[in-house]
């Protein structure tokens, strides 16, 4: 009877604990996002040196796109996709717990229904590159 309280009492001192020095570890581990613009144009990367982008395991990543037309992102291995509206910035959002390289493709220009092969080509716009820590 006297040991069930003591393992409740622990649990519960447990979960307080857990509650408490939670947010602390998470505002202390948790750095800023890393924010990167990645403007499209031409149903392409405006900047070119942006086909690599490099980051480390365990960061935040927020990839800003904007697209001169309507787009529709995938980004491979960590399978996120993303609409983007022309001329509305979209973010991209990568916890990067896996590392490798990724590739960010482009499956549709356009409308949603264009249906050319142009619009509806898998292009790798650029590869997310996740090195370990
Ligand atoms: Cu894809």
Do not use: W
């Not at 947010?23 to 942006?50: E, H, M, Y």
């Not at 609409?83 to 499956?107: C, I, M, Q, Y």
Request: charged share 20%; aromatic share 6%; no cysteine.
């Amino acid at each position: 009877m006297a040991e069930g309280r003591v393992v409740l009492g622990v649990a519960v001192v447990l979960i307080v604990a857990a509650l408490i020095v939670d947010p602390f570890t998470r505002a202390a581990g948790a750095a800023d996002p890393i924010r990167i613009s990645v403007p499209i144009k031409n149903r392409t990367l405006a900047n070119q040196a942006q086909k690599s982008i490099r980051i480390t395991q365990g960061d935040l990543l927020e990839l800003v796109f904007t697209s001169d037309e309507r787009a529709e992102l995938h980004l491979h291995g960590y399978d996120l996709h993303l609409n983007v509206e022309a001329g509305v910035p979209a973010v991209l959002r990568v916890d990067a717990k896996f590392t490798g390289r990724f590739p960010l493709e482009s499956h549709q220009f356009g409308t949603a229904t264009e249906q050319s092969a142009a619009a509806r080509s898998h292009l790798t716009l650029l590869h997310l590159e996740v090195y370990p820590k």
